[in-house]
């Protein structure tokens, strides 16, 4: 068994699917959704808050492979700098797209299993703990090694609960996409 689907290595197939007209507007919803769910984060301490816009990020990638994941987060991340009015720093948006890419290619025409999850959850601490600390540093002038002490128990804690929320949510997702195809067989 393979972890990664050959169909997700396919980028120029994924790209001519991402420029048809439902895939634009399906784009734009996950767009949307990454938004709105952006301002739903559950906060528990000063340090640590469950956010569920990664799970749009994953969605995306599992329903369009890395290259859908990668536009979907790009969109994302400047989009909702616009609508919320903070400063832009495209470090952010880079670690936004590797996510989106890493998820499409770990979850595309995949089973959604707890070591695939698993991969997920490690690729946005990983993410999280190197390249968001040093833009943070960067950004705010305090050294990256204090960043990282504390991020790095918030991250240890996070990969538990986002490993459980991939698990779920996109096991839900993939559900509804299958769905979703059936009928539109059934009614073609």
Same mark, same amino acid.
């Given at each position: 068994?393979?972890?990664?689907?050959?169909?997700?290595?396919?980028?120029?197939?994924?790209?001519?699917?991402?420029?048809?007209?439902?895939?634009? /507007?399906?784009?734009?919803?996950?767009?949307?959704?990454?938004?709105?769910?952006?301002?739903?984060?559950?906060?528990?301490?000063?340090?640590?808050?469950?956010?569920?816009?990664?799970?749009?990020?994953?969605?995306? +990638?599992?329903?369009?492979?890395?290259?859908?994941?990668?536009?979907?987060?790009?969109?994302?991340?400047?989009?909702?700098?616009?609508?919320?009015?903070?400063?832009?720093?495209?470090?952010?948006?880079?670690?936004?797209?590797?996510? +989106?890419?890493?998820?499409?290619?770990?979850?595309?025409?995949?089973?959604?299993?707890?070591?695939?999850?698993?991969?997920?959850?490690?690729?946005?601490?990983?993410?999280?703990?190197?390249?968001?600390?040093?833009?943070?540093?960067?950004?705010? +002038?305090?050294?990256?090694? /204090?960043?990282?002490?504390?991020?790095?128990?918030?991250?240890?804690?996070?990969?538990?609960?986002?490993?459980?929320?991939?698990?779920?949510?996109? +096991?839900?997702?993939?559900?509804?996409?299958?769905?979703?195809?059936?009928?539109?067989?059934?009614?073609?």
């Amino acid at each position: 068994m393979r972890f990664i689907h050959e169909d997700a290595l396919d980028f120029k197939a994924q790209a001519a699917q991402l420029v048809r007209p439902q895939n634009i /507007a399906i784009a734009g919803l996950f767009t949307a959704l990454y938004i709105v769910l952006s301002y739903f984060n559950i906060r528990i301490s000063s340090v640590l808050e469950i956010r569920w816009p990664f799970l749009i990020l994953a969605a995306s +990638g599992m329903f369009g492979g890395p290259v859908m994941g990668l536009v979907v987060a790009i969109l994302s991340d400047i989009t909702s700098t616009i609508l919320t009015g903070q400063a832009f720093f495209p470090g952010f948006t880079i670690s936004y797209s590797l996510m +989106g890419f890493a998820y499409g290619l770990i979850f595309f025409r995949s089973r959604i299993t707890i070591p695939r999850a698993l991969a997920g959850s490690t690729v946005e601490v990983l993410i999280s703990m190197t390249l968001n600390t040093l833009w943070l540093s960067m950004m705010y +002038g305090t050294p990256f090694m /204090a960043l990282l002490i504390t991020r790095a128990l918030k991250c240890s804690v996070m990969f538990f609960v986002n490993t459980a929320l991939l698990y779920m949510i996109l +096991g839900m997702f993939r559900q509804v996409i299958q769905a979703l195809h059936l009928s539109m067989q059934v009614t073609r």
